[in-house]
């Protein structure tokens, strides 16, 4: 049985992000249900990570609005730190504290932000920490680390918080080949648990296997969205196609191009 938050729903309207001239997003629409796993795919560039980074606040959008859990996250009197202790987000690169041992980067943010005492705060790291394989690595710093133990030490941290959404930013893409599955592993568990996921991916095995939903973006919009069935498997748009003909056949995309 679970024992994380009750898992949010995410309903994003008209959603637009400038920088500058540069129009990243232009009219989003998703919404995502209670324990849905979300995978979006698509090109560099085309606004993924940027809509990841709205849902968080991390940026700022100009126009449109993003509801977490009934909550509205762009209304312009959201309270920010409030509103994050219910999202967690891995990224890319771990962004761990250089200085904190694997068991303090777990614990700091419930200290200081949730108020748990620090005893309280311990276990519920260490049980995070044994949920990723690492609770026999609590007293190392994370240069001690692979790079595949610090991303799941950054999962464990955002767990540690009892987030009702999970937000990830392509989390393999820094890792090595053979570490990626690890990670994936956390990540599928979580799935099967029943937390709400949005994933920003380029593991089509993943999002074909775990995905409840795949959402294809290009230039900025939503191109194509479905299972993952119908957006991998039995791709309706030209542009989902020739994506993925080249992220499933890469050797024959170099030679073909």
């Known amino acids: 049985m679970s024992t994380h938050a009750p898992q949010a729903s995410v309903t994003i309207n ?4 400038s920088y500058g001239p540069v ?8 919404d995502v249900d209670p324990g849905e796993v979300v995978c979006l795919i698509g090109p560099s560039g085309s606004g993924k990570s940027t809509l990841l980074r709205c849902v968080n606040l991390l940026e700022t959008p100009q126009q449109g609005t993003i509801t977490v859990a009934g909550h509205e996250v762009t209304n312009p009197n959201v309270d920010v730190n409030t509103m994050r202790q219910s999202v967690g987000m891995v990224f890319q690169q771990f962004n761990l504290f250089a ?6 980067n777990c614990t700091v943010a419930q200290i200081k932000v949730l108020k748990r005492d620090k005893a309280t705060a311990r276990d519920i790291a260490l049980k995070n920490l044994e ?24 999962i464990a941290r955002a767990l540690a918080m009892n987030p009702q959404l999970m937000l990830f930013d392509e989390p393999t893409s820094a890792l090595d080949p053979e570490t990626v599955g690890d990670v994936l592993g956390i990540m599928r568990e979580l799935a099967q648990e029943g937390m709400t996921m949005i994933v920003v991916t380029h593991e089509m095995a993943f999002a074909r296997d775990v995905a409840d939903r795949v959402v294809f ?21 030209q542009r989902t196609q020739l994506f993925l003909s080249r992220v499933l056949n890469p050797t024959s995309a170099q030679i073909n191009g």
Do not use: F
């Open 99 to 104: 200085h904190l041992t694997v068991l303090e």
């Open 14 to 17: 008209n959603l637009h992000k």
């Open 131 to 154: 949920k990723v394989g690492l609770a026999d690595k609590a007293e190392r710093y994370p240069d001690r680390l692979s790079g595949g133990q610090q991303q799941r030490v950054a």
């Open 23 to 30: 129009e990243v997003l232009r009219g989003i629409n998703l």
């Open 217 to 237: 973006m290009d230039g900025g919009v939503v191109v194509e969205e479905g299972t993952a069935q119908q957006v991998i498997e039995n791709p309706q748009h």
